[in-house]
């Protein structure tokens, strides 16, 4: 019996079925038409853009949000191009992604044809793997790989370029989900003589803490967490990227560290006999100058990734692994030591250090802090929070308490500006019934505004927080401090009407000058359907604190413009 061959186009939306995908988010165009008319006979849901950037955006918060794949559509040449930033936030951050870009047909490769761009060459630093498809014979192999490799060790976008004639070669269709890459062997389990030195080290310990990373959330090791935390009262510490992981609002969370982390956190770092740093990179906003770093820490560092393992700390347990799966071996052998002096000391920093900002200026403006607060209290348990990127989004990090892993979602190593409301959009795909909220500033918001469209017209509910300063808040912030005050295009000049844009696109829009109208807008956004945007009129020059400089230790804090 002669087998059934397949067109290209329809081995993709037949992969995509089979890999259990549910959406995919998209901007058709010329190079992708042949797979835009396969996708209009599928039971796949495609959900329209209104900037190639936006999508990838978008699968990325689904991706968070549900921990599986997030797959994208665009065409060749700008559509693909407009990815890049996308991806890259989605590669630092390790997100699972698996984008399917146009090109023009082979035979036109190299030729600068009509929106050629070598999206492969251009992709190569900020992606898992990707390839460049030759013949239909290549896909189903091609695309299970794509699915394995974003999905398993350290989670990253991997990329697929499809000539336009590729779409519509047939070949036969024999996909495997499971598949081996020669050469790719995650490491799981980790070494078992290392995570007995690391109990060891645990058992001995007097002043732990446990610093933890987006890791604890990719590898769904929250429950691990919580176990190891109670049983040996080690109070924690989670990144940007962390958070969630433990939930905000116990007594042995010690909030962020860092740049603008908690005062208790950045003392508990430092003074510290042991980090157990589980799913973290050691980033330089976390770090400060390094070699002040932890001075009088040992280190236990667990990581899925080998190459992150003394990358920019020197490490005394390395364990390469993936996060859960370490947790729960060293859980089976611990015997925790004594920790309460420590507990104590703990305390005490937090009673001394709270988190400043929140009350009201003298003059009666709004407070950003304030505003973050309310709506975190209004909003309960049962809620996603998307932010964007500048004093907003440290703000939330401070303020907002989150709970529960894959509930905060932010651009943690790009810092894309722009992010959090596509992201918003993906998360309440992911999610349709849990609250989305987005908080954004009036920069960020402005570089995915459009997007307004996307949310009306699939009746999202999405709440949007703008936190409306004037100006670029975190830029401005370091002019202030560092540049004498000399703020060099910083002001948001002729903003628009954000109330005007969001009823232009046929959203609901709010208006917030003070503390009762804010409490009021964010109750009323609670109860609506579909897109609100809350404009929140803020202090124009209130700063992020605490603030430590770059390049100086985290323990050498300034506080409202005075150091600790």
């Excluded at 995919?24 to 165009?29: A, L, Q, T």
């Excluded at 390790?94 to 999206?119: N, Y």
């Excluded at 510290?272 to 400060?288: C, E, K, P, Y």
């Amino acid at each position: 019996m002669k087998k059934k061959m397949t067109k290209g186009a329809a081995m993709i939306t037949s992969a995509l079925q089979k890999e259990g995908v549910e959406i995919i988010f998209g901007y058709p165009g010329g190079a992708v038409l042949p797979l835009y008319d396969q996708l209009y006979d599928t039971p796949l849901r495609h959900l329209l853009v209104r900037h190639e950037q936006a999508a990838v955006h978008a699968a990325d918060g689904y991706a968070r949000v549900t921990g599986r794949p997030g797959v994208v559509f665009a065409t060749s040449g700008p559509g693909a191009t407009n990815l890049v930033t996308g991806i890259a936030t989605a590669y630092m951050d390790s997100v699972p992604l698996v984008l399917i870009t146009g090109q023009v047909p082979g035979a036109f490769i190299g030729t600068d044809a009509f929106q050629e761009a070598d999206i492969t060459g251009i992709t190569l630093p900020v992606t898992k793997h990707n390839y460049l498809v030759k013949s239909a014979e290549q896909l189903p192999g091609i695309l299970s790989e794509a699915f394995y490799l974003a999905s398993t060790g350290r989670r990253g976008p991997v990329l697929i370029d499809v000539p336009k004639d590729v779409f519509d070669q047939e070949a036969l269709f024999d996909y495997k989900i499971e598949c081996e890459i020669p050469g790719y062997k995650p490491t799981y389990s980790g070494h078992a003589g290392q995570i007995s030195r690391a109990v060891k080290a645990i058992r001995a310990a007097k002043k732990p803490v446990i610093f933890g990373g987006g890791g604890l959330i990719r590898s769904e090791a929250s429950a691990a967490l919580e176990k190891l935390v109670e049983r040996a009262q080690i109070p924690v510490i989670l990144t940007l990227m962390g958070l969630g992981a433990y939930p905000g609002d116990s007594a042995l969370f010690l909030g962020m560290p860092g740049m603008h982390g908690s005062i208790t956190a950045n003392y508990a770092l430092s003074e510290a006999d042991l980090i157990i740093a589980t799913g973290v990179r050691f980033d330089d906003r976390v770090t400060g100058k390094l070699d002040s770093f932890a001075n009088h820490a040992k280190i236990i560092h667990i990581d899925i990734d080998p190459a992150e393992i003394g990358k920019n700390v020197q490490i005394d347990v390395p364990i390469v692994g993936d996060v859960k799966i370490v947790l729960e071996a060293i859980l089976n052998k611990l015997q925790p030591g004594e920790t309460s002096a420590w507990l104590k000391q703990i305390e005490n920093w937090q009673k001394q250090h709270p988190m400043p900002g929140g009350l009201k200026s003298s003059g009666g403006a709004l407070k950003p802090q304030q505003v973050i607060r309310e709506i975190s209290r209004l909003c309960g348990d049962n809620a996603i929070v998307a932010t964007d990127v500048g004093q907003h989004q440290m703000w939330t990090a401070q303020h907002f308490i989150i709970r529960e892993p894959r509930t905060f979602l932010s651009s943690g190593g790009l810092g894309t500006m722009g992010y959090g409301f596509p992201a918003s959009i993906g998360a309440k795909l992911a999610a349709p019934d849990k609250k989305v909220i987005c908080i954004t500033g009036d920069g960020s918001f402005q570089m995915n505004i459009q997007e307004l469209a996307t949310a009306v017209n699939n009746r999202l509910d999405i709440t949007i927080a703008i936190i409306n300063n004037g100006y670029l808040g975190m830029v401005r912030q370091w002019q202030d401090i560092f540049y004498d005050r000399r703020y060099a295009y910083t002001r948001l000049e002729g903003n628009p009407d954000f109330i005007k844009v969001a009823e232009a696109y046929g959203a609901t829009g709010m208006r917030a000058c003070d503390e009762q109208e804010a409490a009021a807008a964010i109750e009323l956004a609670m109860r609506e359907k579909g897109p609100v945007v809350l404009d929140f009129v803020v202090e124009p020059e209130e700063n992020v604190y605490p603030m430590v400089a770059p390049n100086r230790p985290i323990n050498d804090i300034i506080i409202g413009g005075e150091r600790s």
